[in-house]
């Protein structure tokens, strides 16, 4: 190769390589450039993003300081309620039900309130309409806070919290809480036995079970292992709860607190009257720069009305779970039901107590004729039974084949007297479970002196005739030769039962002397049957 064909050859690769290089290499090595510095500056933005919702943690409201503002009150006038809400937390202040005997304050105890959240803002009343009000407060340097309560139905409510983030950047709330307590109150008429009955509770779905369960919640219990549907207080006559509905629910703290005074012994001393105090924990959550974050949920405070909550509106929150139908909770809903039929035909509670009784004789007659047939043929043979126990009472294998021998003779067969209590003993129970824990029952008028059949009666003419017609039973079923401490008990019983009754509703008490009455009628006249065929 000569110098000009060298020189040729080299020009031409050079500037085959100036090609590649102008048209294919830089080009690639700009986009690879491009693509690394676009993935740095994403980079570099998601950890500005994460940068700035870990440094909102320090957004805390534990930590706000209360202000020095004086606490101001403002009142909602609601069919079922006046409604008095303070401005530290907008929590409630007062319930004031409007009961059908005059108005009940259900929190009367000093406390943040119901339902207070971050009780060291001070809230300030913003919007009011016939059935809401909205307060409006700053939780945090940039970030504000509204609440409103809004009414849905009976004692039914919606409850929402939102927060506004005004800053340039997203914020990672804290923790906050919902407030119930301290204590819930009740009616005149269940004051006494309140403090037992008034708990926190809780609602959660078990596995495999049809119906939610309704869980008490103690202060040394752990958490619950399953998500709650709702939680609260409740008595034995009213439930006051929150359901959150686009939240996560969070931990459950209660604790008992010290609410005021009591009388006790007989009112012979006194001493502290404790009640529940319940916080729900809501988780904080990231709110983005310029935007908010709400949160719903639906709160009841009212009676624990069972027809009420079998409506469309209530029936989807399982409220009726907080009603204590007893062991014999079916049968203890049916008996409900029934009352409540009675009712719509006579327009009285009373009337209706004493027909669902006569039912239910009617429907356990034939083991109530057995009852008494099998103690009038005990009776018969008693002195009998007697004389062997005195002749064989060194030979218990005798005395055991001469006893039975006797009850085969006469046809007595000892267990026929249990059996049939046995039968009744659920359905009693059952009806007497959804007695005591009506509500519909409360103001009830049935005659005269008794215009509350879910109070004691004022003047103790129930229980006392109750107790008479009591007596006359165990008189006749006390058979001759009975051993003297039985023979005492059945005595004493009658009265036993009567000093029992005498703080019962009057509305148990006139079912117990109706059911005593029917059975003491039957008694009588099987007996004077028996008496014929001997």
Known sequence: MNNRQFLITAMFFLLVITGYNQFVALPRARAAQQAAEQQLKEQAALQERLSERAGAENVSFAQAAPTAKPEELTTLDLPQADVTFSSKGAGIKTFLFKDILGPVDLTPYKGEGYLATLPNVDFTETVRTQDSITFAGQAAPGVSVIKTYQRQGEGLYNVSVTFENHTAQSLKLSDWQFNFGPGLATVKSEMKDNERESKAVYLVQEQGKKNPTLEVFSKNEKQPQLPWKWAGLENRYFLAVLVPQNWTPGKLSTEKVVIGKQ???????????????????????????????????????????????????YAQYHFERSIAFGFFGALGKIARNVLELFYKWTGNYGVAIIMITILLQLILCRFTVMQLKSAAQMKKIQPEVKRIQEKYKSDPAALQRETLALYQKNHVNPLMGCLPLLIQLPIFLALFNALRTSW????????????????????????????????????GNIPPGTDPAQAAMFKYMPLIFTLLFMNFPSGLVLYWLTNSLLTYGVQTFVNKKLVKVQ
């Open 263 to 313: 009388k006790k012994m007989w009112g012979l001393s006194e001493g502290d009257l404790e009640g529940p105090r319940l916080q729900i924990t809501v988780p904080g959550e990231v709110i983005e720069a310029g935007s908010s974050k709400s949160y719903q949920s639906v709160f009841y405070f009212g009676p624990k009305d069972y027809q009420l909550f079998q409506t469309p509106t």
């Open 440 to 475: 519909a029952l409360h103001g009830a008028k049935f005659v005269w002196w008794l215009t509350d059949l879910s109070a004691k009666d004022p003047y103790y003419i129930l229980p006392i005739l109750m107790g008479g017609v009591m007596f006359l039973q165990q008189r």
